[in-house]
């Protein structure tokens, strides 16, 4: 008899412990009874009955952290990029948080990720790395309607990071690079075109010039040699002596040339002396 009343009162404080739930703040426990749901517990004391019911779900109803893993996403212009999100959501209807879909956090986490790379899509390289505002904004607009449906309210969505992949990194640093020396060489072309045509320019300016001073000489040897006509006239003996002159300072001027090693005097230079001279043979 005594055994039976220690079991009996054994199994009362175990009843009595199964029934008392003390639920913490910042969370709503869902209760089931029979596998029906029965209600929700919010933070503080609440009484169950043992055995019939049991709470089937807890529900964190504070500000839920979801971590969207980095992804590749292809642009409208075929470029590969890489882009990861970060979103802050809150179970607003915990009801609709546990019956309304199996895991509402790796679902609203995949719903960002297809989202993600859907907004993407529509933009080019560009478009896409300067207009992350632009990305956020579509993105919680368009997830917005899905997660009330599931019970939850997302607060905000983050773009942690978009940059190219590294294949693309290392197509964007080539194009770069052949860029630089693209315009290098149309430089270095640009510089020698106008060498060149500055160099002609001076070379036709020499010609001109020497031109001008050959036509100066010409001009100069003819009132020369007209003064000189009209000097002598036809006497012959001026003539004569001024050709003897001009044959001696040619010929002290070859045998003063450092490039002058040997010198050969016709045999007849005293006749030839004479004879420019002027001066009657013997």
Do not use: C, H
């Not at 019970?151 to 197509?171: C, F, H, N, W, Y």
């Amino acid at each position: 008899m005594e055994f039976f009343v220690i079991a009996l009162l054994v199994f009362a404080i175990i009843t009595l412990l199964k029934g008392v739930r003390i639920v913490p703040q910042g969370e709503e426990w869902i209760v089931e009874r029979l596998g029906k749901y029965q209600g929700t517990l919010l933070p503080g004391l609440s009484i169950i009955i043992p055995y019939l019911d049991r709470v089937a779900y807890k529900v964190v109803t504070k500000d839920i952290i979801l971590d969207v893993q980095e992804q590749e996403v292809i642009t409208r212009d075929n470029a590969v990029i890489l882009t990861n999100a970060i979103a802050f959501i809150k179970v607003t209807d915990p009801i609709k948080a546990v019956y309304g879909v199996v895991n509402f956090a790796e679902a609203i986490r995949n719903l960002i990720m297809t989202t993600l790379r859907s907004i993407i899509g529509e933009m080019t390289l560009d478009e896409a790395l300067s207009n992350r505002d632009k990305i956020k904004a579509r993105l919680r607009e368009s997830i917005s309607d899905e997660a009330i449906d599931w019970g939850l309210t997302v607060k905000s969505v983050e773009i942690q990071d978009i940059k190219p992949s590294e294949s693309m990194q290392r197509a964007m640093e080539a194009q770069a690079s052949a860029e630089r020396e693209r315009k290098a060489m149309v430089t270095k072309a640009e510089g020698t075109k106008q060498a060149t045509i500055l160099n002609a320019e001076a070379q036709l300016e020499s010609a001109r010039l020497q031109a001008e001073a050959q036509v100066t000489l010409a001009e100069a040897s003819a009132e020369a040699i007209k003064r000189v006509t009209a000097a002598v006239g036809e006497r012959e003996a001026p003539m004569r002596y001024l050709l003897g002159e001009k044959y001696i300072v040619a010929m002290g001027a070859l045998a003063n040339s450092a490039n002058t090693k040997t010198i050969v005097i016709p045999a007849d230079i005293q006749e030839t002396l004479r004879g420019l001279l002027g001066r009657a043979q013997p």
